[in-house]
């Protein structure tokens, strides 16, 4: 049954609560209506239905002298139901809501736990007060979704905050903590974490014993008179998150909704706002993050691994490798708290990587992003050692040492006398055979790849690498423990490159194809950037450096990239790659790179020719779809989506056109098939279609659907 609200008065409880999602309780002359909807509280039409009902009960009964709203489980309302976006829309709208809840004449208080986000801080902020627990957190994430917040969120919050923190708030899409909030004027108490509902309780009594005026958060004008025409808060936001929303109407909606809020009276304002959201509801854009998000979701479910795996302990951590990965590794579970060991051949390269960690930290406190204290207490996590001995105690050891075979598998000998049994052995390598280094452990059961991706310690991606015989509980260890120290984990199956890594050598491969037939780097690189990467993929080698495995003993000094390497342009570590860098490390494109490149054309004996950039962008795109496609044929990726939140998290890959794979829907597989054919008949097998897109496009299906 999804009855929606029932009126109970505690001192005579008649009814069964179990399978209400909203209710209403008078405690003492105060009305408390309870949101029960798990697993997050979501406004469906059910409870939004359930608090109008609610909030009419509370409204016609002259016993209530107050209202406190609050929810049930681990949070409050954590925003508007997304699953419900792209339907048509069914009454009672949030808006009639908070018609009802601001139509009351005695005051309604909010009392907030967990997260109050999107359309639940709407509502909050539609009541008269707002009171939180410490751990709380209160936002509206709707940007992250492609949208702007609809339920008034452009209208109250800067009445209550001021425009520019209000825009802050609504174009980063960040959560503020309860203080922050109480500082800003969005709530009006923190409250201790212990009985929520009975300090909101209280709050509210004190209230009516005060008589304490009630302001509606649409009738304050104090900020709005302040901000109106102050063109430098909005000039502010412009500048502060342009970059973020290239691609996309988002920005420019936001400020023309909060400009709104300044400018017009209440209810022009949210009609404005109301307009706005509509149109990001049903652009593509937003359908593309609606996407992502469950995507994100989807990807902590991992096929085969039944609900209830027992995940083994980790509290200690071992990195080997203090090179560019395992500092960054590292620096991911000390920020977690856990103690970790880092494990390196020379005292030299073990001062080195502990100095860079150092920096790092140092650099953070220095930019306002950690308190001293914090660094300090993550530095004291980490201990340096010279031998692998050091790591006997370790439950989890992570080796991101050389990417050579013989090397890792010299480290897992040796990892494996000294590992404590049930010990968790990861691996970090970008390409190498996962089983093949399993193979040297005594128990394989624990060893799978931990694939970070650079920098590590920023960048969310985690390939979880699944060996053949890696034991389902430790899958299940590595997917908490990601959860743990804030990565988006996927689950992939071994082969070379695994699922990023081998996508993207289809992209370098045309990439450096397209510059002996006619494009320069900076062609390339300005079409991927325009269609929203944050960079090109010759930008991106300047950045990793061009001698990532090249070695000037083994080099042939055939190909642009190896020339570039023994001519010393190895990057921007050397000032010079593909492009020139200034001492800012600002590219600037170069005329040696460029002869260099008409020179290795002409000795090739290709017709330069001009290249569209429509072509630029199905060359590398197409080729790596269908690389995906090979990939889920095979069963390395579980679903498509894994793949999109792989290229997002890992390279990226801008979430408003929701992944390669999903992007290939969108565009139509039977386009990219007729693309990967065209070109195939032209430039040969690196084009061939995947038997899996022919299959899907012979059946008129998606990736989506599979
Ligand atoms: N609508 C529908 N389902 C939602 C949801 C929402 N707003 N938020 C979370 N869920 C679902 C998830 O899909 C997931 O379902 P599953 O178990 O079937 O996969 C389940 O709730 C639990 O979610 P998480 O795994 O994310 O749980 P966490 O505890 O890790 O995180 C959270 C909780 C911080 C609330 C996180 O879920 C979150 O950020 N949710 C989205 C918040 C949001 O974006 N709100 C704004 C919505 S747009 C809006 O309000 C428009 C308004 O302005 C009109
Ligand atoms: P790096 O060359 O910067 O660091 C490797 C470190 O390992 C060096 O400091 C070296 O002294 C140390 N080392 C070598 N043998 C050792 C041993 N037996 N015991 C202890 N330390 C030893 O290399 P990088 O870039 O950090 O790569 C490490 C691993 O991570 C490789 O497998 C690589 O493929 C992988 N990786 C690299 C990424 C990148 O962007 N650089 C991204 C993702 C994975």
Redesign the pocket.
Known sequence: MLYLCHENRREEPTMDRTDTEVSLDIDGGIAVVTVDSPPVNALSQVVRAGLVNAFEAARRDPAVEAVVLVCAGKTFIAGADITEFGKPPQAPSLAEVQAAIEAMDRPVTAAIHGTALGGGLELALACHFRVAVPSAKLGLPEVKLGLLPGGGGTQRLPRLVGAARALEMILSGTPIGAAAAKAAGLIDAVLPDEDLRAGALAFARSIVAEDAPRNRTRDRTDWTDRDRGDETIFAAAEKAHGRKFRGTSQLGHVVAAVRGSLELPFEEGLALERKLFAELVASPQSAAMRHVFFAERQAGKVPGLKAGTPTLSVETVGV???????GGIAMNFLNAGLPVTL????QA?LD??MATIRANYEGSVQRGRMSETDAAARLALLSGALD?EALAGCDLVVE????TMA??Q??FSRLDAVAKPGAILA??????DVDAIAALANWPEHVLGL????P?NVMKLLEVVRGAKTAPAVIATAMQLAKRIGKTAVVVGVCHGFVGNRMLAQRKLQADALLLEGAMPWDVDRVLTDFGLPMGPFAMSDL?GLD?GWSAETSKGETVREILCERGRRGQKTGAGFYDYDAARKATPSADVEALILEVSARDGYVRRSVSDQEILERCLYPMINEGAKILDEGIAARASDIDIVWIHGYGWPAYTGGPMYYADRLGLGTVLAGLRRYEATHGEAFHPAPLLERLVAEGRGFGDL
């Open positions: 080997i490798g203090a090179g560019t990965m395992g494990v390196e051949t020379t390269a080195r990587g692998m991101a040492v050389f990417e090397v890792k010299a480290v691996t970090n390598t970008s390409y190498l694939h970070f991706f650079s590590a990793a990532l």
